[in-house]
């Protein structure tokens, strides 16, 4: 079995696809994939629920990008449906657009929404992001208190709900460089040039990605009863055997150690679906929920798509502790930004660094946070430093 194969790749989300793919289309090599999952596209993965309705499986993506590498790389494998994605909050009993904008801003504070706003552009400039964080420490008392207004209705119980702890214990700043200030009146949560959603769904461009014939996929299956690791002569071992080819590993690095020094913490998710009689549930495709209920956001699909089902399927989405031993909370979402946790972690990866041929890529892998568009393009370039792109 191991001669069968010239590189093993643990994953089929973007990173561990992508890197097949390119290995396959490119080099010519011989490749495994190893999915956990009964299914490939990892957190993208969807699929169309009985009313028709083409559900994230794992909560909303939304693909937008302003690298044309990224888009045209893409284009092998899918046709684009356009969307442009629009987030409400529910705050203070009003809808108002989120990241937090001029139209957010007329709707929370009316009376003073045109002096601060004329503020806010006169100091940063129209169309400008700008992180809360510089508003909470900006030297003008009236931008301080701003910044702490928007902080205490928008981040702060949602940080709460989402992370499992207060702002000041986490990289705040880290967490809210997502979502800045948006100094303007443009409502679309993103602002990147092309943004669309795949025509047939995320999972059938997967399977076009994967569908090379130098590729196998191994569904079911835990890379960590098929694959070890020897620290002492720094090999990876395949079905016990020292495994010479490439490894592309994609999961948590610290599941694929053993452990060996504790494990990394992680908040995990759980969703609960629901269809209604009705056209439409709310008015657009997702709404947070900061301050209020257990969720921290409904997303409605039906928004998303070309075709318009009778019914619509909401989907609720309640952040929890993750616990590996435990059903329904063992699946890692995202990584928990501390300090104590980044020392951690670089203590998995400086082990990973001795395995000449072990790449370690991705959310999981790297302990870190990536929006699509990002993981994708970091995935084209890993393999154009590892292994000489060829475009």
């Not at 494998?77 to 409400?88: A, I, K, N, S």
């Not at 928990?336 to 959310?363: C, H, Q, S, T």
């Amino acid at each position: 079995m191991m001669a069968a194969f010239d590189a093993i790749v643990v994953g089929s989300g973007f990173a561990g696809s992508i890197m097949a793919e390119r290995l396959a289309s490119r080099l010519g090599k011989r490749v495994l994939v190893i999915e956990k999952r009964p299914h490939i596209a990892g957190n993208m993965y969807d699929y169309r629920d009985e009313n028709g309705i083409l559900v994230h499986r794992y909560g909303p993506h939304i693909f937008r990008t302003a690298s044309e590498r990224v888009l045209r790389y893409l284009d092998r494998f899918t046709g684009w449906h356009p969307y442009e994605h629009r987030v409400l909050a529910w705050v203070d009993e009003k809808l108002v657009p989120v990241p937090f904008n001029l139209t957010s801003l007329e709707r929370l504070l009316p009376d003073r929404h045109e002096e601060l706003g004329r503020l806010l552009v006169d100091t940063f400039g129209m169309d400008v992001k700008v992180p809360v964080s510089v508003l909470r420490r900006h030297e003008d008392e009236r931008l301080r208190e701003l910044g702490e207004f928007i902080f205490h209705h928008i981040y702060f119980n949602y940080t709460v709900k989402q992370w499992g702890d207060r702002p000041e214990n986490l990289d705040f700043d880290t967490i809210t460089a997502r979502v800045p200030v948006h100094v303007s009146h443009d409502d679309r949560y993103f602002q990147e040039p092309h943004q669309a959603l795949p025509s047939e769904g995320y999972t059938a461009m997967f399977e076009r990605m994967l569908a090379h014939p130098l590729i196998t996929v191994q569904l079911n299956e835990d890379a960590c009863d098929l694959l070890s690791l020897d620290l002492e002569r720094r090999q990876v071992l395949f079905h016990g055997e020292p495994f010479t080819g490439d490894v592309i590993y994609t999961g948590p690095l610290d599941e694929l150690f053993g452990y060996c020094f504790g494990e990394l913490p992680y908040r995990s998710l759980r969703f609960k679906l629901e269809t209604h009689e009705m056209e439409y549930f709310q008015p657009t495709g997702t709404v947070n929920y900061p301050n209020t209920e257990r969720f921290t956001r409904i997303t409605e699909f039906k928004h998303m798509m070309r075709e318009k089902p009778r019914k619509t399927t909401i989907m609720k989405e309640y952040p929890q502790e993750y616990d590996r031993f435990q059903p329904g909370k063992d699946v890692p979402y995202y990584p928990i930004p501390k300090d104590a946790n980044a020392e951690l972690y670089e203590r998995y990866a400086a082990l990973a660094r001795g395995f000449d041929k072990l790449v370690i890529l991705g959310r999981l892998a790297e302990y870190r946070y990536y929006d699509m568009n990002n993981i994708i393009l970091h995935s084209l370039e890993t393999f154009d430093r590892r292994f000489g792109g060829l475009e």
